[in-house]
């Protein structure tokens, strides 16, 4: 079980939300909301650091009994969240990072696509596909 959420900076709000399955979405979408106030946490803690270090990786947020909740922000103050099944031990940080930057490669080039308008929620059928097969290695 993976979700992958985009939120943007000043609202908070879901920019992109996927999970497999997906009867449990709305136990996630609160995982998720709940997860950025750690984020947030976080990003204060680090404070000037994070400016001055090239890695966005925030690691592990908190660990549930089922899951394990992973963060990551951009310079931009763009939030990554997932959310991973906690008896899925094959993942490392190593890997968790990888897909981190990935997403962040695919968030680039959305961005990048002039018709898209920041802060829209995001449909593009290459990000999907990317995070499908993301999703799929992961299961």
């Not at 908070?12 to 399955?21: A, F, G």
């Not at 984020?39 to 890695?55: N, P, T």
């Not at 018709?115 to 059928?125: A, L, T």
């Amino acid at each position: 079980v993976l979700v992958s959420v985009i939120c943007s900076p000043p609202q908070n709000y879901p920019l992109y939300i996927r999970s497999v399955p997906t009867e449990n979405e709305l136990k996630f979408h609160y995982t998720v909301h709940t997860s950025l106030d750690v984020v947030d946490e976080k990003i204060s803690a680090m404070g000037k650091a994070l400016v001055d270090q090239r890695e966005l990786y925030l690691g592990l947020l908190y660990p549930t009994e089922d899951y394990k909740v992973y963060g990551y922000v951009t310079n931009s103050k763009v939030k990554f969240v997932m959310v991973v099944d906690s008896s899925n031990t094959a993942l490392r940080d190593n890997e968790i990072r990888s897909m981190f930057r990935k997403l962040h490669n695919s968030y680039t080039d959305i961005m990048c696509n002039p018709f898209y308008n920041p802060g829209d929620c995001i449909r593009s059928r290459a990000f999907d596909n990317m995070v499908n097969s993301m999703m799929m290695q992961v299961c």
